[in-house]
Structure formats: structure tokens, C-alpha cells
């Protein structure tokens, strides 16, 4: 009943941000159909990483919080543009190898919880959106917040899992 209702309640947030990642992913993609970037690669380690993640996840749930999701999804646009553009860059000089070896074992895990993140930017924005539809419908739709801590706490756990793999597994 709560992993339905917390599905329902954020699943057109969560959509929305899949949709901006992938779009500007893409566009990252073809706006450096040719250009070549140099590696440089470099060990990464658990605890820097983790931390890495966890800010870049933290901007992502506070500055959606204070623009009402304006500011987050600019944010995942541009990561998901430089994310691009740097896939491109790489494959064009050195080939899928070491975007196989380095980029893809952790770059599920840690995608989802950004994505995870920017819905949870959405929240004010949800919030306010609840609030409205009841007063304008007579309806009782209720805020969970118990919702939005199982969301970050399922980031969190993909955050620690993609950092874990980025320092033992992903080889540039």
C-alpha cells in the first residue's frame, strides 16, 4: 500500500526528470558527434566519491525545493548534457572500452538516485499542487512525508552502491 502510494504520488515527477536526463543526454551526444576528449584516468575512492554523490544530490533536492523545481532540473539537464558530451568525446578518441569498463557498472545506480533527487526537488512543487487540487476539488489527498524519506533513503543506498562500484569495479 505505501510503495503504491508513493509510486502514484511521484511517479509524473519522476517522469519528467527521466525525460529531461535522456533528452539533454542525447543532446550532449549529438552536439559532440565530433569532438575527441583526452582521459585522464584516476583512482577513484570510495568515501570522495560517496560524498561527490551525496552533494550533487543534496543540490538537486534543495535547489528544486526553493524554485519549485526549476532549478533542479537545470541542474540534471546540464549533467546529463556534460554526461553526454563526454561519452561521445571518449568514444570518439578511444572506442566503447572504456566506457564499458569505467563509466557503465556504476552509471545505473548512480543516474537513478539523481533521478530519485530531482523528484524529490519537486516536492514544494507537489505540495503545493496537493493543496491546490484539494481546495479546488473538495478532495483530502494527504502529503506523506514518510514517502519522500523512503525515496532519499533508497538514493542514498544507490549512492553507496554506485560509489562502491565506481572504486572496486569501473576501470578507465
Not at 532540473?73 to 548534457?81: E, M, P, Q, R
Not at 570518439?92 to 564499458?100: A, F, R, V
Not at 478532495?139 to 553507496?160: G, M, N, P, R
Request: proline share 2%; with cysteine; glycine share 6%.
Amino acid at each position: 500500500m505505501v510503495l503504491k502510494r508513493m509510486i502514484t504520488g511521484h511517479i509524473r515527477y519522476f517522469l519528467v526528470s527521466l525525460v529531461v536526463y535522456c533528452t539533454f543526454f542525447a543532446g550532449g551526444v549529438i552536439v559532440s558527434l565530433k569532438t575527441k576528449l583526452t582521459m585522464h584516468p584516476t583512482s577513484m575512492a570510495f568515501f570522495p566519491t560517496l560524498f561527490h554523490n551525496l552533494f550533487v544530490g543534496i543540490i538537486l533536492i534543495a535547489a528544486g525545493l526553493i524554485t519549485l523545481g526549476i532549478a533542479n532540473t537545470l541542474y540534471l539537464a546540464y549533467n546529463a548534457a556534460m554526461l553526454g558530451v563526454t561519452i561521445k568525446g571518449v568514444d570518439n578518441s578511444y572506442g566503447l572500452h572504456p566506457i564499458i569498463t569505467g563509466v557503465l557498472p556504476h552509471s545505473t545506480t548512480e543516474i537513478l538516485a539523481m533521478l530519485l533527487c530531482c523528484t524529490l526537488g519537486y516536492e514544494s512543487l507537489r505540495f503545493i499542487n496537493i493543496v491546490r487540487t484539494n481546495a479546488k476539488l473538495g478532495q483530502s489527498e494527504k502529503f506523506h512525508v514518510q514517502d519522500s524519506v523512503w525515496i532519499l533513503v533508497t538514493a542514498i543506498v544507490l549512492f553507496i552502491v554506485s560509489a562502491l562500484i565506481e572504486s572496486t569495479i569501473s576501470k578507465a
